[in-house]
């Protein structure tokens, strides 16, 4: 057995042991030091007890309001505040919106996530994303909103159009905030968490790493998750990505390796959360990506953009998917046989055939 320098395990609100909201710094520090191929293994069990170990969720992102944000986070070229070149568009139109949304699904997402770059919004702006929501759920598509700050009056309003799922991250530690962002507090964020939380709507949190923060915010980040009851079923671990004319555009690189531990102690720390490999995998390697899914990184998004940034070419993550054997995850309102006629999934069928031959045949090496 690998020495783990293993917490003393404690129990929960919940009764189960494993699903813990009460983790120390100092135990997630731990978590973060031990050696890379010990944490690698821990997560992998974790992981696996919770999930198919080679499923990944797919979401696709849809930039619907662009640019011009009141807002001066520092990572974010969709500020104001900063000028980075970006076009910026109105809110897009209901049927732009639905066409997308169709064209994602048959790509293989069973999640479309649409995000605006507002600090909250205004009640004109949430009438026409309320039918959004209606009609994209109509599509037999996951929902995923990311509007800002909402109070309990709308995300109850969001909750009731379908939105299954509210996307507002913490971004960083408490103490490393407001070296990113002065606009809004932390505490205002976690307002927000509880207001979705308590409309009903899946929760989707998490942050960004490399902003120049010390090990220390990233072990502190993660502990704000893991204290969230129930855990985000969504957790969303970006890559900075640094765009020419945002304060952050030359902050030094992290380390890979770096980044890996804090997917596998996400992935520890709150066990049946998808940890999603989220922005700056275009930045990647593939490698580094395949280190993350074995870490315990189980969602993406997919598809040729993020909100106003590059992501993978769609055809390059159906490579990747083949190589490593991986298969979206099929999505709840969907049959299988609609699925295999996605992008994604008839591109993998055959592999997965060929997967499924090999299991077989190890088995009966087994047997
Ligand atoms: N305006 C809304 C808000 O911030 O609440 C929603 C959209 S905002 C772009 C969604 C998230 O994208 C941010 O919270 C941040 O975590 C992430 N993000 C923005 N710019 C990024 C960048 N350059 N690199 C990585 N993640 C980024
Ligand atoms: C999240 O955590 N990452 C996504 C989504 N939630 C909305 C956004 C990434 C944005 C990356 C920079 C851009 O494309 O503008
Ligand atoms: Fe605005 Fe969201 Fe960008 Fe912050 S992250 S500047 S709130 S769009």
């Known amino acids: 057995m690998p020495t783990t320098n293993s917490p003393t395990r404690k129990t929960t609100s919940t009764g189960n042991p494993e699903i813990r909201h ?4 100092a135990e997630i520090e731990a978590l973060f030091a031990l050696p890379f191929n010990d944490l690698l293994f821990r997560a992998q069990q974790v992981h696996r007890t919770h999930f198919d170990a080679n499923s990944v969720q797919i979401s696709t992102l849809l930039s619907i309001k662009t640019g011009a944000c009141p807002e001066d986070c520092k990572y974010c070229p969709q500020s104001g505040h900063y000028t980075t070149g970006l076009d910026k568009e109105k809110l897009l139109e209901i049927e732009q919106v639905v066409t997308q949304a169709k064209a994602a699904r048959k790509a293989g997402a069973s999640r479309f996530c649409m995000g605006a770059a507002w600090r909250s919004p205004r009640e004109k702006d949430l ?4 039918e959004m929501v209606r009609q994209v759920k109509a599509l037999g598509l996951e929902t995923c909103m990311t509007l800002g700050m909402v109070d309990d009056a709308q995300a109850s309003r969001l909750a009731e159009a379908g939105l299954d799922y509210y996307n507002h ?6 103490e490393y905030y407001g070296e990113i962002i002065t606009t809004r507090s932390y505490a205002e964020r976690l307002d927000t968490l509880a207001s979705v ?5 899946k929760v989707c949190s998490g942050g960004i790493l490399g902003m120049g923060e010390a090990p220390r915010d990233r072990a502190a980040l993660l502990q704000q998750l893991s204290r969230l009851d129930p855990h985000p079923e969504s957790v969303p671990i970006n890559m900075l990505v640094k765009v020419a004319g945002t304060p952050l555009e030359d902050v030094a690189d992290l380390d890979p390796i770096e980044f890996i531990r804090a997917i596998a102690v996400a992935r520890i720390l709150m ?7 989220s922005a700056g995998r275009e930045q990647m390697n593939e490698s580094t990506q395949a280190l993350a899914f074995l870490a315990g990184a189980n969602s993406i998004f997919y598809g040729d953009k993020l909100l106003t940034t590059g992501n993978p070419q769609a055809t390059r993550d159906r490579a990747l998917f083949a190589k490593l054997g991986l298969h979206p995850e099929r999505r709840n309102t969907c049959h299988t046989e609609e699925h295999a006629q996605t992008a994604i999934g008839s591109a993998l069928q055959q592999q997965s055939n060929q997967s499924r031959a090999a299991a077989l045949a190890y088995d009966a090496t087994l047997a």
């Not at 009438?127 to 309320?130: D, P, S, Y």
């Not at 939380?197 to 709507?201: D, K, L, T, V």
């Not at 066990?271 to 490999?277: F, I, N, T």
């Open 271 to 277: 066990p049946k959360s998808h940890v999603r490999l």
């Open 169 to 174: 991250n913490l971004d960083t530690s408490p």
């Open 127 to 130: 009438t026409v994303v309320l």
């Open 22 to 25: 009460d983790w120390s710094l």
């Open 197 to 201: 939380r308590q409309a009903g709507m």
